[in-house]
């Protein structure tokens, strides 16, 4: 538990850090401006994660949906990933969320999910 809360505190502390730096502390400001950049972040997150699938995905395109294209386009991807890790963490620090909540929101939720595979009754395969 201690670690993966030091990780998320790691991962939140250089976002602020940065997003500090470049006047988007979005958390400091008024509760509408707060809420409609939580939005707007959440979006912004999604948005990345589909650019990340799409890597992947563009049946139009010669090499993107070869077997091979994880490996070949991981770098692409993972680019992908990392920014909407980004978005996702600026979320987390609007939401005023801290390195505890976060681990221990997932640990908690983790141990849902076990208790969902294990147990046919719940409706997860």
Known sequence: MKRVQEGMDVLLSLQKKFQEEYGFDFWKEAPE?????????????????????DE???WWKKGFKEPEA???????????????????????LI???????????????NKV??????????GYI
Not at 96 to 109: F, H, R, S
Request: net charge negative; aromatic share 8%.
């Open 33 to 53: 401006k707060k809420r409609d950049m939580f939005i707007r972040t959440i979006f912004a997150a999604i948005d990345e994660l589909a650019e990340a699938g």
């Open 56 to 58: 992947v995905n563009r």
């Open 70 to 92: 994880l490996e070949t386009k991981k770098e692409e991807i993972l680019e992908e990933m990392v920014d909407s890790l980004h978005f996702f963490l600026s979320a987390l």
């Open 95 to 109: 939401l005023g969320v801290d390195g505890k909540e976060l681990a221990d929101a997932y640990l908690k939720k």
């Open 113 to 122: 999910n076990f208790k969902r595979q294990s147990d046919k009754s719940l």
